[in-house]
């Protein structure tokens, strides 16, 4: 069982950057992972999707161009680089790994999330 921590979340203004990081407390570096996202009120959205080796990485629109994610499989840490935060990114994020092969659910292993709210 992997246990995956998110941390690096906060309260920043509008136009400023987080980083968020998750370490993962067993070795995924054979597995895609990915950033989720739930605001007050709304279901949870993918935000980033990156696979095992940190070549192909993938984005929902409304972060294109601002929101950059990577991961350091020496460390078994996911990172997400948010720049130009807007109001409308306010949720919590929550990190992911390891696509679950039964298809029950997006991913296997999941963390306990972490709030980021930007205010105007």
């Known amino acids: 069982q992997v246990q995956l921590a998110e941390s690096g979340g906060g309260s920043v203004q509008a136009g400023g950057s987080l980083k968020l990081s998750c370490a993962a407390s067993g070795d995924i570096s054979s597995c895609g992972m990915g950033w989720y996202r739930q605001a007050p009120g709304k279901e949870r959205e993918l935000v980033s999707g990156?696979?095992?080796?940190?070549?192909?990485?993938s984005y929902t629109n409304s972060v294109k161009g601002r929101f950059t994610v990577s991961r350091d499989n020496a460390d078994n840490t996911q990172y997400l680089l948010m720049n130009g935060l807007k109001t409308e990114d306010t949720a919590v994020y929550y990190c992911?790994?390891?696509?679950?092969?039964?298809?029950?659910?997006?991913?296997?292993?999941w963390g306990q999330g972490t709030q980021v709210t930007v205010s105007s």
């Open positions: 992911a790994a390891c696509r679950d092969p039964s298809g029950v659910r997006d991913y296997l292993y």
């Open positions: 990156i696979s095992s080796s940190g070549l192909s990485t």
